[in-house]
Nanobody
Framework: QVQLVESGGGLVQAGDSLRLSCAAS????????MSWFRQAPGKERDVVAG????????YYTNSVKGRFTISRDNAKNTVYLQMNSLNPEDTAVYYC???????????????WGQGTQVTVSS
């Protein structure tokens, strides 16, 4: 099991960019698929993007395609989420997750990070 710590959230204006990072502890990071989820107030936690253990396969939910990019550096035990052209609808707490699937179901998730707040003002 890995422990995950997110960073990089903050308050930005519409149209700005942010890069989230998720640092993992442990030597097994490279064996996990990694995903970013987000949860807005009063809403469910939904997957935003996912990447396979090798980085060769990625997934994006429709609302972020063309704006967000997920990547990973297995040498640094870190997964990133580059977010461009942010809009107020992207406001949420963002969580990273380690699992056995690029688009994991709940029972497939091994570890969650603590979350980082992203707030986009109009």
């Amino acid at each position: 099991q890995v422990q995950l710590v997110e960073s990089g959230g903050g308050l930005v204006q519409a149209g700005d960019s942010l890069r989230l990072s998720c640092a993992a502890s442990g030597r097994t990071f490279r064996s996990y698929a990694m995903s970013w989820f987000r949860q807005a107030p009063g809403k469910e936690r939904d997957v935003v993007a996912g990447i396979s253990s090798s980085g060769g396969s990625t997934y994006y939910t429709n609302s972020v395609k063309g704006r967000f990019t997920i990547s990973r550096d297995n040498a640094k035990n870190t997964v990133y989420l580059q977010m461009n052209s942010l809009n107020p609808e992207d406001t949420a707490v963002y969580y990273c997750a380690a699992s056995s699937s690029v688009v994991p179901l709940a029972h497939q998730i091994t570890s969650w990070g603590q979350g980082t707040q992203v707030t986009v003002s109009s």
